[in-house]
T-cell receptor, first 113, second 113 residues
């Protein structure tokens, strides 16, 4: 079954540091990938998604992700984080013939002032 | 539009009690989902529905039942609550087509003592 792995469980950064969160998926065919964010006490919101085309995807709030097929990766990046980026970040892949999303275990990001 | 709403927001149950969580969406979405979120485990799919009157099992369906009698509502039932069902429950919905993006509700925090 299709799955995603997020190897960084907790990340602590200072404001203005650059961010890269890892996401690897298991399937070698056509994939549709998402990054969701969950701010403290809130529900999940979509950051960005990749379906096809340009492998560099830009999302909201200055986030971007690069789809690298040869590495089965879809890493999330931001050049300069802010305190307000403190949240949990989830990578997800479309599975079940398009009916479902399978989520990674999440990465807790804490940005310190 | 309210989007996806969930009731209740919080609930405490004793072991063996039953309860029903309600999810409602006003976006005329075909697909609806119930997830549970536990620390370090990401979001795991409990049950889902691809249309009114349909339900299907997800990754962790045991101990839960669901019903989708109306297109806009998706109910999650716990017949005999167990402490292992202490979790945060999220409902999500999505429309037809290949965007696959799911829209999430605010969550229900359930504690079983």
């Amino acid at each position: 079954a299709q799955s995603v792995s997020q190897h960084n469980h907790h990340v602590i950064l200072s404001e203005a540091a650059s961010l890269e969160l890892g996401c690897n998926y298991s399937y070698g065919g056509t994939v549709n990938l998402f990054w969701y964010v969950q701010y403290p006490g809130q529900h999940l919101q979509l950051l960005l998604k990749y379906f096809s085309g340009d492998p560099l995807v830009k999302g909201i709030k200055g986030f971007e992700a690069e789809f690298i097929k040869s590495k089965f990766s879809f890493n999330l990046r931001k050049p300069s984080v802010q305190w307000s980026d403190t949240a949990e970040y989830f990578c997800a892949v479309v599975t079940g013939g398009g009916n479902k999303l399978t989520f990674g275990t999440g990465t807790q990001l804490k940005v310190e002032l | 539009n309210a989007g996806v709403t969930q009731t209740p927001k919080f609930r405490v149950l004793k072991t063996g009690q039953s309860m029903t969580l309600l999810c409602a969406q006003d976006m005329n979405h075909e697909y609806m989902y119930w997830y549970r979120q536990d620390p370090g485990m990401g979001l795991r799919l409990i049950h889902y529905s691809v249309g009114e009157g349909t339900t299907a099992k997800g990754e962790v369906p045991d101990g839960y039942n669901v019903s989708r009698l109306k297109k806009q509502n998706f109910l999650l039932g716990l017949e005999s609550a167990a402490p292992s069902q202490t979790s945060v429950y999220f409902c999500a919905s999505r429309g037809q087509g290949e965007s696959y993006e799911q829209y999430f509700g605010p969550g229900t925090r359930l504690t079983v003592t």
